[in-house]
């Protein structure tokens, strides 16, 4: 089983470049999610998407855009990219509603931006 | 705004002893959920905490919830080097579509 899947797993930027980060889940979670992890600060929500069609800011938004191309499909883009944006990000998806809404994650992101 | 905080930050252990992480969350909250974190990989789930009372074991980790006072814990017994990771808290809070809001992590090494 595949889970979540994120791809690519390492990636180098220049100041200003653009780039999308792709995130696939074959669990048929409604619910996926970008999060961000600093170091000393946890992980910190970037955008989500409750549903297939919907999309929200979560707290730390600015410099992003998400899509959600179909159910299984939630990508994030970063349209001029910063040093700030140096970080670990993680998609993860969640069938929020039922049960225990556990969220499962993919394996992360590694964001370089020089 | 929904604030987690753990407690300690860092954890150096001997092996074989006893330990607990301390998990505080600001706002009313039935579910809470712990992670472990390898170094360079993914969160792997632990346990999800659903109700007042809750507690949960597997292996040498046990995790509680009081909802009443907003606080979970993980503890550990008889410590082993395998269980050396970062634990992260987080918390759903509420009607938030699966939100999580996660406390910094700690940081644990066991020494032998």
């Known amino acids: 089983n595949a889970g979540v899947t994120q791809t690519p797993k390492f990636q180098v930027l220049k100041t200003g470049q653009s780039m999308t980060l792709q995130c696939a889940q074959d669990m048929n979670h409604n619910s996926m999610y970008w999060y961000r992890q600093d170091p000393g600060m946890g992980l910190r929500l970037i955008y989500y998407?409750?549903?297939?069609?919907?999309?929200d800011k979560g707290e730390v938004p600015n410099g992003y855009n998400v899509s959600r191309l179909n159910k299984r499909e939630f990508s994030l883009r970063l349209e001029s990219a910063a040093p700030s944006q140096t970080s670990v990000y993680f998609c993860?998806?969640?069938?929020f509603g039922r049960g225990s809404a556990e969220a499962f994650f993919g394996q992360g992101t590694r964001l370089t931006v020089v | 705004e929904l604030k987690v905080e753990q407690n300690p930050l860092f954890l150096s252990m001997q092996e074989g002893k006893n330990y607990t992480i301390y998990c505080n969350y600001s706002t009313t909250s039935d579910r809470l959920y712990w992670y472990r974190q390898d170094p360079g990989k993914s969160l792997e789930s632990l346990f999800v905490?659903?109700?007042?009372?809750a507690v949960k074991q597997e292996g040498r980790l046990m995790a509680s919830l009081d909802t009443k006072a907003r606080l979970s814990t993980l503890h550990i017994t008889a410590a082993v080097h395998d269980l050396s990771a970062t634990y992260f808290c987080?918390?759903?809070?509420?009607?938030?579509?699966?939100?999580?809001?996660f406390g910094q992590g700690t940081i644990l090494t066991v020494h032998p």
């Open positions: 905490l659903l109700s007042n009372g």
């Open positions: 993860a998806s969640s069938e």
């Open positions: 987080a918390v759903d809070g509420g009607t938030s579509y699966g939100k999580l809001t």
């Open positions: 998407s409750a549903s297939e069609g919907t999309t």
